[in-house]
Structures are given as structure tokens and as C-alpha cells.
């Protein structure tokens, strides 16, 4: 990459470390909305905030979920899980009764979820599938306070029990029958490229997994995956380096969920289609990065 481009991944990675969320003010809560009817509202979440409370984690968003309630009875509930590093469309159920059948939808993969990522490295194919099962390891020991801390795994071992029929399912012993589909959109050399994801299935940090063990590509920015494989990789270790300061440990993660489409919804024929547009930050990350936006996907990922 040219000096100026690598000036400009210096500035934005800086840029992601000053850019901590303090709250959601009212008017920054319009500014999310996406989509809203009397039964389902989508926000376009931020970026380093977590959904739900959890250890260690100052904010969550179920604290501002009052912001969305409008003129409704109570506040919505978050329809769906999205990883606080992670940004783009989340659905809140504005009754228990849309919760339901939302819930419903999901399970019977009648909701469509895309997600652009940039990745250090790029697949071999220009689209796949990833159909490697997960495993909830344990990491637990009684000679180090990680007690009750947990990791997602990929079970290479198991990929023979993966059928389309049963994707999506939990078999005895947790293995989790994972799915993931997967395009190139732009890519720089073999250094590093822009994905559209589809997640077929939705278990916690699927992509992650999928896209770092799975296909060697881990999403720029995602500490607590690519590490293991930087130790593992030299020659990843190098591409990552060749991308400019951009570095693992602090700033963002380069995943969004850029469009969410409910089918069935309600017996309309067509489906409903909510979209977020990509933030500035990874904008321009993808600019100083040499990745191009296809045509195609201009209007889908640059505007909503």
C-alpha cells in the first residue's frame, strides 16, 4: 500500500480509538432508526456496544430500548443477538405477540441476514460455503481465575455430520450445525478483501469462527479470534503488517450487518428488506485499503 493510503489507515485507526460510546441521546436514536411499523422497529446499532449486560461491560443497549418505545404500551425487546463490536441492522419486537413470531421465523431461516466484512487475507474460491459444525469450549481452570469463560471452536473433526436438512440445530454434546455463505467483492493482492456474508444459520460468533478458522481470513480488527492465528501464521502476521497500523488489539472490527429480510412477513408476497448503511469509519478503511464497492452494492451498502 502507498504512504498516502497507509496515512490515511493511520488516521482512521486513531480515529477508532478516540470514538467511544458514552450513550444514546434521543436524537441520536432517530438518527439509528432504520424501520419502524406497529409491530417491529430496526435500528441501525453502533459499533462497540453491547445488546445485552454482561462482565465487564459498562453499557448495553437494553438500557436506551425506552428510546424506541414511541407511542406503544412498553418498551421493545431485542428480537435477535448482534456482537458489540459488531454493527448494522437489529430488530426489536415491539409486542410479545411479534416476538413470537419473529422468534418462529428465525428458527424456520424465513429471516435473510447480510454482513459485509474486511478480512487479512482473501478465500481461494470467489464465493463458498462454510459448513464446519461449532463447539463451545471450556476454558476454565483451577490454576487461573477464568472461571465460567467459554470460546467458540470450529470442529474440523465433524464436518461429516453437517447436512442442510439439520443446519441450524444443536446435536447431543453442543455441536452446532453451522452455516455460512460467503462472496468476494474487492480484493487488494492476497492481502486482504471485502466480503458479503449471508448467515445462514446464527449461532454466537459464527462468523467469527467461520471466517478466521474456517477460511483463514480473519475480520480486521477481531482480536479475540485472529490472535491465535497470528501465532499460527507467520505469513498472516505479515499481511496484516503490509495493511498498515491498523493493529488488533485497539480501534474497530470490520463487520456489519448491512440487510435483514424477513419473508412471509405477514402474508405479503414480497419480502421486507431493512438495510444499514456501512459507517464512515469503514468507508473509508475500505478506501485506504484499495477495495472497491461493486456498482451493485452501492445503493445496498452506501445509502439506505
Known sequence: ICAMATNIVNRTAQASKRAVIQSISAKDSQRMLLYKDNDVVAINKPAGIAVHAGPGLTQELTSYLP????????????????????????????????????????????????????????????????????AVKDLSTHQSNSHGMHRVILRTDKVDMFSEALAGTTLPGGLQLAWTKYKILSSYGRRCSLLDLELVTGFKHQLRVHLADGLICPVL?????????????????????????????????????????????????????????????FVQTLKSLGLQIPSKYRNRILSV
Request: net charge positive; aromatic share 10%.
Open 221 to 281: 480488527g477481531d482480536n479475540k479470534f485472529a490472535g491465535p492465528l497470528l501465532r499460527k501464521y507467520p505469513a498472516l502476521k505479515k499481511k496484516l503488517q503490509s495493511l498498515g497500523p491498523m493493529g488488533y488489539t485497539k480501534g474497530r472490527m470490520y463487520l456489519h450487518a448491512y440487510q435483514v429480510q424477513i419473508m412471509d412477513y405477514y402474508g405479503v408476497q414480497q419480502p421486507l428488506t431493512i438495510m444499514a448503511p456501512l459507517p464512515p469509519y
Open 67 to 134: 428510546l424506541w418505545q414511541y407511542e406503544a404500551q412498553s418498551p421493545p425487546s431485542i428480537a435477535h443477538r448482534l456482537d458489540k463490536d459488531t454493527s448494522g441492522v437489529l430488530l426489536l419486537s415491539r409486542t410479545a405477540e411479534a416476538a413470537t413470531r419473529l422468534r418462529h421465523l428465525f428458527e424456520n431461516k424465513m429471516i435473510l441476514k447480510n454482513y459485509c466484512a474486511i478480512t487479512v487475507n482473501v478465500p481461494e474460491k470467489v464465493e463458498g460455503s462454510i459448513e464446519v459444525p461449532l
